[in-house]
């Protein structure tokens, strides 16, 4: 395993850590999990794209890269959605 440092929106580590406080899993596995289940996706998807001798297709979330500009942005667009969505109840 090699270690690699990468940065979380609050929100999501939130709710992770909800669920963590009822659980035995650590948030480290829980994240490499979740790493993991992409990755054997994502090689599903070049295993297919060389046998059939094709080139991966951009996706229209492609195109969404960048949209963006976090980091000159002051807000945080994911959490002021989270907020709307989840006090509404």
Do not use: C, H
Request: charged share 25%.
């Amino acid at each position: 395993m090699k270690r690699y440092q990468v940065y979380l929106n609050q929100g999501s580590v939130a709710v992770l850590d909800d669920y963590l406080a009822s659980s035995d899993i650590t948030r480290s596995d829980i994240i490499r999990q979740a790493v993991d289940g992409l990755a054997v996706n994502l090689s599903k998807v070049v295993s297919l794209a060389k046998a059939s001798r094709l080139k991966v297709q951009k996706t229209p979330l492609d195109d969404l890269v960048g949209f963006i500009d976090v980091a000159n942005s002051s807000n945080n667009w994911s959490e002021q959605d989270d907020l709307e969505l989840f006090s509404k109840s």
